[in-house]
């Protein structure tokens, strides 16, 4: 019945001329949430300083946002497949800059949690629609490629455009200011998607089932939080008890799904190997890098003093490489194979994460900036490869909570990676010999250690500030080996997962 139809919705699509200009407005959605990511990492030393969190509260602030998204994001996806994909952007992308505001002027730690919370609730409302809206707006399957090749370009492009405008912010205003830069665009992205985005949902949705919402939500906070404990502190009985508390929360979401006549998520999709290796592999290559990522600012700017736009400019060859990938990434799969591509490209991304294992406090810029750009490179190929695959398994009434299932594995591999492979990186600074009469304080977190060395004597504070920078940059050797080798085992996964996956092809 699809294949009778589509003929004629694709002509229909060529003939409107909106749907690039449409296309715009999702991309300076995807560009809210890209920046929003980066310039957390790059204000950190400066959040550290200023609110004064413990090393897990730092690690809190860095991933609740991932923490609450993905709990939420396939209930959002499937709430914008029933009451309308441009309501739910445009109510979304209004509260998200709202609460920027809430982030910006967070007093406390724990203020600056709960914001960060809040702002995930807002940004689970905001990626699963633009992939949706996509899949609707273009329905000529070379067109659709292309536009999710910008679609990722611009997620790509956010982070650097991040970290550029973040530490030019840095270096003239508060750290708050790195938040407020979502104002002008929220702004700009509402008044145009009102006049150009067409409203798109699911004819016969069904009923949006609460139940399901609170499973998901309690079930994937449950289990990112025991792993996160567990990776920080060891197993204890509490983190035990969350952790069976979400894995039993997640039993029963998808038992209700496979038994409800209308389901938040058909999970039937899962048996398509196209379907399900592409959202593995986006989860495991974000696990691998997140760490990564997480602590590359700080190690830019309180290891080897580069200052905040300095820093940004330094990230600046993992987006350039992205984008241009992902802009002919389509292309590239069609031409060689979906297997060949997103294999590749993964595989880059774990050679060069091999390669930064060998950084050290004054290593030359020339290879890490290559480093980074095989980086960008292979994401770049790989991401925008592997949401095409999942757009295209699906019908379209599906497509909010396909999105959603893909940004999930995205978020939950942030969230994961950042804890794991994060507390590989704090657990092996924390254990730093400092001289003598060392404050607790400094064993918190680089940056504590930084800010402490201002107050002492210029001998002591230089032996501590070699001592803190040496174990954080063996914690960070530490990450990147272990991301190296998650992402090598998801390429050879990959190679066979997406086995004889092609992508559509005009006509």
């Known amino acids: 019945m699809t294949s009778t139809l589509q003929p004629a919705v694709t002509t229909e699509a060529e003939r409107r001329p909106g749907r690039w200009l449409a296309l715009s407005v999702l991309v300076l959605a995807v560009l809210l949430v890209a920046v929003d990511a980066t310039v957390l990492g790059l204000a950190t030393p400066y959040i550290s300083e200023d609110l004064n969190p413990s090393g897990t509260q730092l690690l809190w602030i860095g991933d609740v946002y991932s923490f609450v998204i993905a709990g939420l994001l396939v209930s959002m996806g499937s709430l914008g497949d029933r009451i309308g994909r441009k309501r739910i952007l445009l109510g979304g992308a209004t509260v998200f800059g709202a609460i920027s505001v809430l982030n910006a002027y967070a007093t406390t730690p724990e203020l600056m949690i709960l914001a960060r919370a809040l702002l995930g609730v807002a940004g689970a409302t905001l990626m699963p629609a633009t992939l949706a809206l996509i899949r609707n707006l273009f329905h000529d399957p070379r067109e659709r490629s ?20 973040g530490g030019f912010l840095l270096g003239h205003f508060w750290w708050g200011s790195v938040f407020l830069i979502n104002l002008p665009v929220m702004v700009v992205l509402v008044l145009v998607g009102i006049k150009t985005l067409p409203e798109s949902r699911n004819p016969s949705p069904g009923p949006w089932d609460l139940i399901s919402v609170v499973l998901s939500l309690v079930g994937m906070i449950g289990v990112v939080y025991a792993v996160k404990e567990a990776a920080t502190h060891g197993f204890t009985p509490a983190t035990l008890v969350v952790g069976l508390l979400g894995a039993a929360a997640l039993y029963g979401f998808v038992h209700r799904q496979l038994t409800m006549p209308t389901p938040l998520l058909d999970m039937r999709l899962f048996r398509k190997r196209g379907f399900s290796g592409a959202v593995l592999a986006d989860l495991l290559t974000v696990l691998g890098m997140s760490g990564l990522v997480f602590f590359l600012s700080q190690y830019l700017q309180l290891v080897q003093g580069r200052r905040p736009f300095e820093a ?60 980074l750009l095989v980086v960008g490179v292979g994401a770049g190929f790989s991401f925008t490869v592997t949401a095409d695959v999942i757009l295209s398994s699906v019908p379209k009434d599906q497509a909010g909570a396909a999105s959603a299932v893909s940004e999930t594995a995205y978020e939950l591999g942030a969230a994961l990676g950042i804890a794991l492979l994060g507390s590989i990186v704090t657990g092996v600074y924390r254990d730093f010999t400092g001289p003598a009469g060392t404050p607790e304080a400094a064993h918190e977190s680089l940056g504590a250690a930084v800010e402490t060395a201002t107050t002492l004597p210029a001998h002591t504070s230089a032996e501590l500030l070699a001592a803190a920078r040496d174990s954080f940059v063996h914690g960070l050797h530490l990450a990147s080996g272990a991301g190296a080798a998650v992402l090598l085992a998801t390429a050879t996964a990959a190679w066979f997962l997406l086995k004889d996956q092609k992508l559509e092809s005009t006509g």
């Open 312 to 371: 940004g400019l330094a990230e600046l060859p993992a987006a350039v490489g992205a984008v241009a990938a992902g802009l002919v990434a389509g292309r590239a799969a069609r031409r060689f194979s979906v297997r060949a591509v997103v294999s590749g490209g993964l595989g880059a991304i774990g050679l060069a994460l091999a390669v930064l294992t060998t950084l050290g406090q004054s290593t030359g810029y020339p290879v890490l900036g290559a480093a």
């Open 146 to 165: 292309l536009a999710v090749g910008i679609w990722g370009a611009t997620a790509s492009a956010g982070t650097a455009v991040g970290p550029i405008v």
